[in-house]
């Protein structure tokens, strides 16, 4: 009887101290997942090829002076804010693109040209308030061109602005996909700016 009584007890405390270690492993893991959460930013290259560049040399630049690393705030009633970085560094994505992007309209690079164009990341983010079935983002991505030519000098900001909202909670995969799509679009503005074409010799 007392035996039966020792081991009823022993299985009770180690089905207790179970409970308690499956609930500090959620704990353990739901804190590793909201750590490493990144928003991949890989924005697509214009299929469309011109010469607009063709001839012209430049050295290119891009600096991110962004007051903030991440790319994605989440906004909940009564809850810090969830801040999402970039998976790679936003500079070097958009650097690439951009390089891409010129080359495929001509454009070759040269360190000793005499033009010169500075890419400056100024603000990319994105803002979602989540309410408990709903919600809404807002999205903005700032890039200031600084371009010289000789004595010639051009300063021009692009700014892209876009915002959308959905039922239950923000998919990041979306807001992946859309903020990819507005990096893509203002670069290709920049790349088709007439006065920057204009200003390169």
């Known amino acids: 009887m007392l035996s039966d009584i020792k081991n009823q007890f022993q299985n009770h405390f180690n089905a207790q101290v179970t409970k308690v270690a499956i609930g500090f492993t959620i704990i353990a893991l739901t804190a590793c997942s909201s750590t490493t959460k990144k928003m991949v930013i890989a924005p697509q290259i214009s299929d469309i090829k011109s010469t607009v560049y063709a001839l012209k040399t430049a050295q290119v630049n891009v600096m991110d002076l962004r007051p903030n690393s991440h790319v994605v705030a989440i906004h909940r009633e009564d ?12 500079d070097s994505v958009i650097n690439g693109l951009y390089v891409q992007s010129l080359k495929n309209n001509g454009l070759s690079l040269d360190e000793n040209s005499l033009n010169n164009i500075e890419l400056i990341i100024n603000t990319a983010e994105v803002n979602v308030f989540q309410e408990l079935m709903k919600y809404k983002t807002t999205s903005q991505l700032t890039l200031t061109a600084k371009v010289s030519s000789g004595d010639k000098t051009l300063t021009k900001t692009f700014n892209n602005k876009g915002k959308s909202d959905g039922v239950l909670s923000a998919d990041l995969a979306v807001l992946e996909r859309n903020f990819n799509q507005q990096i893509s679009d203002t670069i290709a503005l920049i790349v088709n700016d007439n006065e920057i074409q204009q200003l390169l010799k």
Request: charged residues 25%.
């Open 79 to 90: 809850k810090a804010i969830e801040l999402v970085s970039a998976h790679d560094h936003l």
